[in-house]
C-alpha cells in the first residue's frame, strides 16, 4: 500500500477496489474543447490538432472540456503502433488532409479532467469514468471510442486481452483523484511477463 492506494504487485486479482481496461499501443494525447475552437496535444505540449482532421468531432463537446486518451491505429481492432508512428510523422499539409482516408486513427478515451468547466481531478476514477462514458454517448462519433473495461474479474480479463494479441491492460484504482504531470501508483500496467495484482486497500 503507497500513500493509501491500494497498489498491483505480481499478479492480477478480482478487486471490486480496480477496473481494468485494454493497455492501447499507441500516443497519449489530451485534448481541450472551447467555445470555437478544440486542440490535441502531447509530450512537451507538442501540438498535435493539425495531424488529425478526423478528430475535429470533439468540437461537439461541451466547451470547458478537457480528455485524457491514446491516439491508435486500429487493425481488426487491434492497435497498429507502426502504422501509427508513419501518421504521426506526416507533416505535408495535402498528405494529412488525405491520410484518414487510408489510415484513419481513433482517439481512445480513458480519463475526464475537465467538463462543462468543471474541473473533476478531485473526482475519484470511478466518477470521471462515469461521465466520461455519458459524454462519449453523447458524442456519437466513431473516431472517439470511450475505453472500456471492467469493475473486478481482473484475471479473465487480462487473460482474454492477451489471447487477442493486446498489449496488456491498466489497473484502475476506483477512488483516486486524477494527478496531472506524475506518475501514480493508482495506475498501473500489467503485461505479459510480469502480472501485478491489486491488495486489500485496507492492508
Not at 111 to 138: K, M, S
Not at 165 to 186: D, F, H, I, N
Not at 189 to 199: A, D, E, F
Request: hydrophobic letters at 40%; aromatic letters at 10%; one cysteine or more.
Amino acid at each position: 500500500m503507497v500513500n493509501g492506494l491500494e497498489t498491483p504487485t505480481e499478479r492480477t486479482s478480482d478487486s471490486p477496489a480496480y477496473s481494468f481496461e485494454i493497455k492501447w499501443d499507441g500516443v497519449r494525447a489530451l485534448a481541450a474543447v472551447e467555445a470555437d475552437s478544440w486542440r490535441l496535444w502531447g509530450r512537451e505540449a507538442s501540438d498535435y490538432t493539425v495531424r488529425y482532421p478526423e478528430l475535429a468531432a470533439l468540437r461537439r463537446l461541451p466547451a470547458g472540456t478537457l480528455v485524457d486518451g491514446e491516439l491508435v491505429v486500429l487493425r481488426d481492432g487491434r492497435p497498429d503502433l507502426a502504422a501509427l508512428l508513419r501518421r504521426h510523422a506526416l507533416v505535408d499539409p495535402w498528405q494529412i488532409r488525405h491520410a484518414p482516408r487510408w489510415c484513419p486513427v481513433r482517439y481512445v478515451l480513458f480519463d475526464l479532467l475537465y467538463h462543462g468547466g468543471r474541473c473533476l481531478v478531485n473526482e475519484p476514477q470511478a466518477r470521471r469514468r462515469e461521465l466520461l462514458a455519458e459524454a462519449c454517448a453523447g458524442l456519437q462519433a466513431p473516431e472517439v471510442l470511450f475505453s472500456e473495461g471492467v469493475v473486478g474479474r481482473g484475471q479473465a480479463f487480462y487473460e482474454a486481452v492477451v489471447a487477442l494479441g493486446y498489449e496488456g491492460v491498466m489497473a484502475k484504482y476506483l477512488a483516486a483523484p486524477y494527478r496531472p504531470g506524475r506518475r501514480s501508483v493508482a495506475w498501473r500496467k500489467i503485461k505479459p511477463g510480469r502480472r501485478p495484482r491489486t491488495t486489500n486497500p485496507k492492508e
